[in-house]
């Protein structure tokens, strides 16, 4: 079959419409390597700020980097991202993007010299955005034009005018007018789209999209492993707790892509056409935001932990918090994710990670190695549970989506 195109003219100007079946392009996997840096960034962030308000920063701008991601993620579902006018608003998104990443050491506190780095990352956000947003409107079905138009709209604007007085005022303003940009996006797309039929063009490709984040920001959390642990001598208790921390990050991609990625994209493939996009926005761009945070909270604890892995002194509320809490988060999204297209609740993912969050405090006394067996040890748990407790997940096709 023949593709479809948008416009005439130039190969810059037109684009290649997508269709069932099309997967990512290479261009796609490009475009999330500056994500991938961002996400380190925010580590580095939340490790030098060591506090609530620093992990709270970091959270923001991993939800402003989220939603720009996600933006190009339903853009490429429209059109090839390799192809004409989409390629040129990629790779403007990602060296903006880049730049953005580059900038998140100085998103709230300005270094002395040089520009001011809190309006360079806002300019370098909007510039992704902007660029964006015209692509994705000259793209849209011509009925769902106006509609795009206004969601794009009131969305991008307001929210970076907020982030624009926010890096302007500094101080305490800065991060209250980031979390109401940040909180903008979710409402207006919400609103903006009840009773319309958001097109999926291709199932395959916008599942897989998603799938491949979670696996960059496991690969960000590996770095982080591997960062802490290359900087001294090797010995035993590096040995064991390098194996450990993998351990929990190849229980996190266990717990997403064994038993619920494949479900999901069935699930969503069978929902019909005029709901799937609905469907897919709540499943995909709300819900994947927990699972993208949680894996960078927990990689912060493993940082932690593999920074003190030799030490017999307790971990610290700081590391546990960020260890426990994250994959608490990430367990929760994995839950509440299936709960929208699978039909029912994990109760054991629920009841793991109530657990994670009560022993945390227990966990902050624990030396560093025996921090990461206990979250090891509660991960195994879950999986014999899952096992002996729960079927194997089957997609209730049944359900109402607009529930």
């Known amino acids: 079959m023949k593709d479809r195109t948008f416009g005439s003219g130039g190969s810059l100007i037109r684009a290649v419409a997508s269709r069932e079946g099309h997967r990512v392009t290479t261009l796609e996997l490009f475009f999330d390597l500056a994500f991938v840096f961002a996400f380190t960034q925010l580590s580095r962030l939340m490790a030098q700020q060591h506090d609530a308000l620093g992990i709270l920063q970091a959270m923001v701008v991993l939800a402003l980097l989220w939603w720009a991601w996600t933006a190009y993620g339903w853009l490429t579902n429209v059109a090839h991202a390799d192809h004409g006018v989409v390629r040129v608003a990629m790779i403007i998104g990602m060296t903006a993007m880049f730049v953005a990443g580059l900038v998140v050491m100085e998103a709230y506190d300005d270094l002395p010299g040089g520009l001011s780095g809190p309006l360079v990352f806002v300019g370098a956000y909007l510039v992704a955005r902007v660029a964006h947003a015209i692509v994705f409107v000259w793209l849209a079905d011509p009925a769902l034009r106006r509609r795009t138009l206004i969601t794009v709209a009131l969305s991008v604007v307001p929210s970076g005018a907020l982030l624009v007085v926010g890096a302007l005022l500094g101080g305490p303003w800065q991060i209250w007018c980031s979390i109401a940009a940040v909180a903008i996006e979710p409402i207006v797309s919400y609103r903006t789209s009840i009773g319309i039929a958001w097109p999926v063009r291709s199932t395959a490709h916008f599942t897989e999209r998603h799938g491949l984040i979670v696996i960059l920001a496991l690969g960000e959390s590996i770095l982080g492993i591997g960062a802490g642990a290359a900087t001294e001598p090797i010995s035993v208790g590096i040995l064991s707790g390098v194996v450990l921390s993998m351990l929990i990050c190849i229980a996190l991609w266990w717990a997403y892509f064994t038993r619920l990625a494949g479900e999901a994209e069935h699930a969503l493939q069978a929902i019909h056409a005029s709901a799937r996009g609905r469907a897919a926005t709540g499943a995909y761009t709300y ?12 990689a912060l604890g493993l940082e932690v932990a593999m920074a003190h892995i030799e030490s017999t002194e307790s971990l610290g509320f700081f590391g546990a918090a960020s260890l426990a809490g994250g994959t608490a988060c990430y367990l929760v999204g994995a839950a509440a994710f299936a709960r929208r297209l699978l ?16 022993l945390a405090p227990v966990i902050s006394m624990l030396p560093a190695l025996s921090a990461l067996a206990s979250v090891v040890g509660l991960l195994i748990v879950l999986f014999i549970a899952e096992r002996n407790l729960l079927p194997k997940p089957v997609a209730n096709r049944s359900r109402s989506v607009e529930e």
Request: no cysteine; net charge positive.
């Open 343 to 358: 039909g029912t609740w994990n109760a054991v993912r629920l009841t793991i990670a109530a657990i994670f969050l009560v």
């Open 287 to 298: 819900l994947h935001l927990l699972l993208v945070g949680g894996i960078v909270l927990a």
